[in-house]
DNA sequence: AGGCAGGTGGCCA
DNA sequence: TGGCCACCTGCC
């Protein structure tokens, strides 16, 4: 395929190499892979296929299919223009040494903005899966029932094209489980084709509230898809490293799940969901 | 070979 | 409300 020559992108905060890495490949979004040989990151999301390169200063470059030139949009993506260093000195990092390390080493981290939909997609596939099978799911699923968008590169399914499979189909793509949870969500979410964009539009606490009205999706897949889908940047997922992490280094021992997402919303604040995403790369880092 | 992995929902006290 | 367990599958 044909790739339009590397452009430099107008990146309000710098990225460094480890953090672009954790904000594409670290459980944000599943369907971003390493071209070893090109050195560069190649990745799909809506109809957009894109190469990002990590360059000199921090600074990013991007190259698209020549088909597609027309359909980049990776300044919403990337979100590009969002001044992350200013977001960041309104977290606590003054009186948190675990946050203050944790931004240091990942300077330019950032917390995406995914196709609503699809974040959702993912993240049901993601129950008591790690990040390589999460890949892997996606793809089928973007193989089998997804859009061709240019020559070998396909969309996820939208929950319309996923209706019209059946859970049995479903569970052959290596879904397990996870199959019933997303033929059942996508047989309601086909019914009312409106219902995701109004959930994206309400305030963080009514969007959690109807997400996890759909099944499979409970408080922690729900925190995910506003988080990572929706700008919703007050949802504080509590996974297992973000439980490790605020146990372990907090000396949270005897708090739960359920008490630690109110942890974090409280100690965070109004961007707990960044910190969360800084907490997660580090504890992963560490480990 | 058995336990576990970026959870959820149902059942029980 | 709070704790426990089954549920698919692949990987160590």
């Known amino acids: 395929m044909n790739w339009t020559p590397w452009q430099y992108l107008k990146l309000?905060?710098?990225?460094n190499r480890e953090a672009l890495k954790e904000t594409l490949d670290g459980g944000q979004a599943f369907r971003w892979k390493w071209m070893e040989e090109e050195d560069c990151w190649e990745g799909i999301w809506g109809t957009t296929v894109a190469r990002l390169k990590?360059?000199?200063d921090d600074r990013l470059q991007i190259s698209l299919p020549k088909a597609l030139e027309a359909k980049a949009e990776i300044g919403d993506y990337l979100k590009i223009g969002t001044d992350w260093q200013q977001i960041i000195d309104q977290l606590p990092w003054r009186s948190d040494e675990i946050l203050k390390t944790s931004i240091s080493a990942f300077q330019g981290l950032r917390i995406l903005k995914q196709p609503f939909g699809e974040t959702l997609l993912a993240f049901l596939c993601s129950a008591t899966k790690q990040i390589p099978q999460i890949k892997i799911m996606c793809e089928n699923?973007?193989?089998?029932?997804?859009?061709?968008?240019?020559?070998?590169?396909?969309?996820?399914?939208?929950?319309?094209?996923?209706?019209?499979?059946t859970e049995t189909e479903l569970r052959k793509l290596g879904l397990g489980f996870r199959a019933k949870n997303i033929k059942r969500t996508a047989?309601?979410?086909?019914?009312?084709p409106e219902r995701l964009s109004t959930i994206e539009s309400l305030p963080y606490a009514?969007?959690?509230?109807?997400?996890?009205?759909?099944p499979g999706v409970g408080e922690k897949i729900a925190d995910c898809a506003l988080l990572f889908g929706a700008e919703?940047?007050?949802?504080?997922?509590?996974?297992?490293?973000?439980?490790?992490?605020?146990?372990?280094?907090?000396?949270?021992h005897d708090w739960n799940a359920k008490q630690l997402t109110h942890f974090g919303r409280i100690h965070f604040g109004e961007y707990a969901g960044l910190a969360q995403q800084?907490?997660?790369?580090?504890?992963?880092?560490e480990s």
């Open 141 to 165: 699923l973007a193989q089998t029932h997804g859009e061709e968008i240019v020559e070998g590169y396909h969309a996820l399914p939208s929950w319309q094209r996923l209706s019209n499979a």
């Open 54 to 56: 990590h360059a000199t």
């Open 232 to 252: 919703k940047l007050d949802a504080f997922p509590v996974d297992t490293w973000i439980l490790k992490s605020l146990q372990n280094r907090y000396g949270l």
């Open 187 to 192: 047989d309601i979410l086909a019914d009312s």
């Open 12 to 15: 309000k905060c710098p990225i």
């Open 278 to 285: 800084f907490l997660f790369s580090w504890e992963r880092s």
């Open 206 to 214: 009514e969007a959690k509230e109807e997400l996890m009205q759909l």
